[in-house]
Structures are given as structure tokens and as C-alpha cells.
């Protein structure tokens, strides 16, 4: 591809995100690759990592969280088939990144976060750039967010060692899941897909997700993370 000169170096460096990192690795959905191509990833990022928002691997955000990898983002975001038309729950708001790719291609996003901080700093630069189909919420994902379900897609951005039984109640008839499960140090990233009242589980890919923290996930104990149990 020929780089106008009219294009920042951001730009340029998103470009090259997506044709090396993205597309090369065979995700071929044309409007996912375009909301990767718009979505102006560094400034998702604090200011001192943002020449580095492109480069082919998470980064710190604070609170101890992350920005997945952007081939994450893109393959995850693949995997929710979505269309347009969809009511989206992202558990997990982190950054923002994640929501505001997810808002070119959904009707509504519906995303929430259990850091107050990290809500309120993805609020305010979702709000600058413009992504108003995106609400935020500050509280347990675990626990999904009822008042606006069933949801067609659901994506959940850190792992557990299940998924989360109200995230499956939540999920509409036909819907798709996007989950990392498993262990602390290493999950699976599954997709389910409800039919009724079953759900088919299929198995993706080993990631390396933090951790969900909450009632259905796991929990903090003296800076030590364990399951919940019962």
C-alpha cells in the first residue's frame, strides 16, 4: 500500500498493524479490518507507551490491567460474527480499545468495568472520539449487565476458570460468546454459541489473559488471586 503524505505517523504505523499483524495472520473480515484500520489505538494508550501502541503485543495500562495485543482484539472481535444490527456486552471496558472497535460494527456496546479509574479515563476518550452507541458501567462483570440482555454477542476480555453462568443466561437464542478459560497463568480462548437451551463450545486458540476478578471469576485475598468457590 502507497501512504498518502497527508497521513500521520500513527497512521502509517496503523496501517502497517493491520497488514503485518492482523490480516497476514488470516483475519479476513472486511469490516472488522477496517474498524482496526479507524480506531486510533494510541490513544488508548498512556501517553508515555504511546510509540508503542502498535507494536505487536499488550501493554500496561494501569490498575494492573492490559490493552490485548491487537491481533487479539481483531481475532476476537472476528470470531462475534457481527453484523451491525447487534446489542453487544463486553465484559472488561479496560482502555476503551476494545469498545470503540466494537462500536463500528454493533448497534450498541454495553461495557463494564470494575476499576472506577479505568471506566472513567475509557469514558472520557470514548466520549472525545465521538463513540456514543457506548455506555459504560462500573461494577462486577461477572455478573453481565441484566437490565439490557439477551445480547446477541458477548465478549469477555480477561479470564476465568469458567464462563460466567449469568454471562450464559444473558446470551441471546443464536448468539455468540468470546471467552478466555482456564488457569491462571494460561487459558483457552472458546467461543459458545447458544441454541435454546444448549450451548456449543468450541476451542480456539492458547492466550494469556489477566485475570476476572468477581463473584463468578476469580477473587482477591491478601494480593493473592483465587477461584471463588460455591
Known amino acids: 500500500m502507497i501512504f498518502r503524505d497527508d497521513l500521520t505517523e500513527y497512521d502509517r504505523a496503523r496501517e502497517r498493524m493491520v497488514q503485518s499483524q492482523i490480516e497476514a495472520r488470516g483475519i479476513k473480515d472486511p469490516r472488522v479490518l477496517e474498524a482496526m484500520r479507524q480506531v486510533p489505538r494510541h490513544l488508548f494508550v498512556p501517553v508515555d507507551m504511546r510509540g508503542s501502541a502498535y507494536r505487536?503485543?499488550?501493554?500496561?495500562?494501569?490498575?494492573g490491567?492490559?490493552?490485548?495485543?491487537?491481533y487479539i482484539v481483531a481475532l476476537m472481535t472476528e470470531m462475534l460474527e457481527?453484523?451491525?444490527e447487534e446489542r453487544v456486552l463486553e465484559i472488561g471496558t479496560g482502555s476503551g480499545y476494545?469498545?470503540?472497535?466494537?462500536?463500528?460494527?454493533?448497534?450498541?456496546?454495553?461495557?463494564?468495568?470494575?476499576?472506577?479509574?479505568?471506566a472513567q479515563r475509557a469514558e472520557e476518550v470514548l466520549r472525545q472520539l465521538g463513540y456514543t452507541n457506548v455506555h459504560i458501567r462500573v461494577g462486577d462483570g461477572?455478573?453481565?449487565?441484566?437490565?439490557?440482555a439477551p445480547y446477541e454477542a458477548i465478549i469477555v476480555t480477561a479470564a476465568s476458570p469458567e464462563v460466567p453462568a449469568p454471562l450464559l443466561d444473558q446470551l441471546?437464542?443464536?448468539?455468540?460468546?468470546?471467552?478466555?478459560?482456564?488457569?491462571?497463568w494460561n487459558q483457552t480462548l472458546v467461543r459458545v454459541r447458544r441454541e435454546g437451551d444448549r450451548f456449543h463450545?468450541?476451542?480456539?486458540?492458547?492466550?494469556?489473559?489477566?485475570?476476572?476478578?468477581?463473584?463468578h471469576g476469580w477473587r482477591e485475598d491478601?494480593?493473592?488471586?483465587?477461584?471463588?468457590?460455591g
Open 82 to 84: 457481527l453484523s451491525g
Open 222 to 229: 491478601d494480593g493473592l488471586l483465587r477461584r471463588v468457590i
Open 98 to 118: 476494545q469498545a470503540a472497535i466494537l462500536s463500528l460494527l454493533a448497534r450498541e456496546v454495553y461495557t463494564v468495568e470494575r476499576l472506577p479509574s479505568l
Open 142 to 148: 461477572t455478573l453481565g449487565w441484566p437490565e439490557h
Open 172 to 184: 441471546a437464542d443464536g448468539g455468540r460468546l468470546v471467552a478466555p478459560v482456564g488457569p491462571r
Open 201 to 215: 463450545r468450541e476451542r480456539l486458540t492458547a492466550v494469556a489473559f489477566v485475570p476476572l476478578v468477581g463473584k
Open 65 to 70: 490491567q492490559t490493552i490485548s495485543q491487537p
Open 56 to 63: 505487536d503485543s499488550p501493554l500496561p495500562i494501569g490498575e
